[in-house]
């Protein structure tokens, strides 16, 4: 397997900068997830590094070889699509093989691979139906066993779960995410679904309009969000922004919110001006649904939703502003009722007028 090394890497159409200069590096065996919103340029960048669409500068290696200009063949990668992309007229084994047969390789070689690939994915029983014959989790593991084939240094999946539905999206996470660590194999996956991006990436890299707004780990954007796009799209459901106005307190910064509440939160090596306008987060579980621990805000109760295992509260505050709250799932309450919330300072995030991160919240402390 290989790493991969993308620097000043930009993408043009025209007069069109889809891709703004991205610069980083996926290490050996990495799991490594393109996520952000649509038209984020992050399929485009995946068919960069798959040789799909050119690089109109900078610079692409794979394994320590500079790839910017090498084809798609000769990259040593293999991509899954959105759609299964399988030959209907073929069976399972000939749709996995026929990579195989197009370069040359002997019978023996392909058959080898394609019983070892099938078996990974516990396809033996279905290698003689053709596609028609198969649900969607088959066909798609079906077109997973055609780049397993070809034993690349490189995988890449471009939101190969977004046509399944919600239970098998969930199976097919768990089954490739199994295939990374037995393969050990450096994968590059892009999604949309944050979900997906946070329960199996070993790194994430989040864009928005062509640009990178931060990478990390899971848990880093989720408790580190460098600035309230990242905040706002990492975690589920989003984390809840209030407007307030910050001041120096000492060694202290103290957030007035709505109604004039005021909290006081650790300044660190943060620094404000007196009556500074900034945005307060939160995330939903992070706040306190009985009202008890932190500022406490009066709401009233616009919607419940009570899912079982957890009850989401949707609130308005009396300035209008809406808050989510995910309280236990015993939790009950009617639409119109008073309710009041706590917000922790532990778990605050506080962001300036530009949207880039002051304090985030330490849950350790």
Known sequence: MADVTLRNVTKQFGSVSVIKGVDFSIADGEFCVFVGPSGCGKSTLLRMVAGLEEISSGELKIGGKDMT??????????????SYALYPHMTVADNIGFGLRMTGHDKAEI??????AAKMLQLEPLLARKPSQLSGGQRQRVAIGRAIVRNPEVFLFDEPLSNLDAALRVQMRTEI?????DLKATMIYVTHDQVEAMTMADKIVVLSAGSIEQIGSPLELYHRPNNLFVAGFIGSPKMNFL??????AGDQIR??????????????HARVSDGQAVTLGIRPEHIDADGKDGAILPA????AEYLGSETMFYVSLTDG?????KADGLATAHPGAD????????????????????????LTK
């Open 69 to 82: 200009h090498v084809g798609p063949s000769d990259r040593g990668v293999a991509m899954v699509f959105q």
């Open 243 to 248: 407007k307030a106005t910050a001041s120096p």
């Open 177 to 181: 995410s199994t295939l990374h660590q």
């Open 339 to 362: 309710f009041r919330i706590g917000i922790p300072p532990k778990a605050c995030h506080l962001f300036d007028a530009s949207g880039v991160a002051i304090i985030n919240g330490d």
């Open 321 to 325: 502003s809406d808050v989510s709250v």
């Open 300 to 303: 009233k109760l616009r919607l």
């Open 255 to 268: 957030v007035t919110l709505v109604g004039g509440v005021e909290i006081l939160l650790p300044a660190g």
């Open 111 to 116: 058959e080898k691979r394609m019983q070892r």
